[in-house]
């Protein structure tokens, strides 16, 4: 068996959305999922980049 690791893509919206439901339901560790678990959407849990940056600056403030 093969593990292909792929980019998400919009194609996958629906499937990761899902995912994070079924994740939710089984109160189950979202480890490795990139924040899935603290967005409401797809388009915000891809925007990966932006959100560490907002984490960080958030983070950065409380420091000062």
Known sequence: MCLKLVRP??????????????????NDSFDG????????????WI???NRLKRKFEKWRQIGT
């Open 9 to 26: 893509i919009h194609e996958y919206a629906d499937q990761v959305m899902q995912y994070k439901e079924e994740m939710l339901a089984n």
């Open 33 to 44: 999922c990139e924040g899935l678990e603290e967005v409401n959407s797809f388009l915000e």
């Open 47 to 49: 925007d990966f980049e």
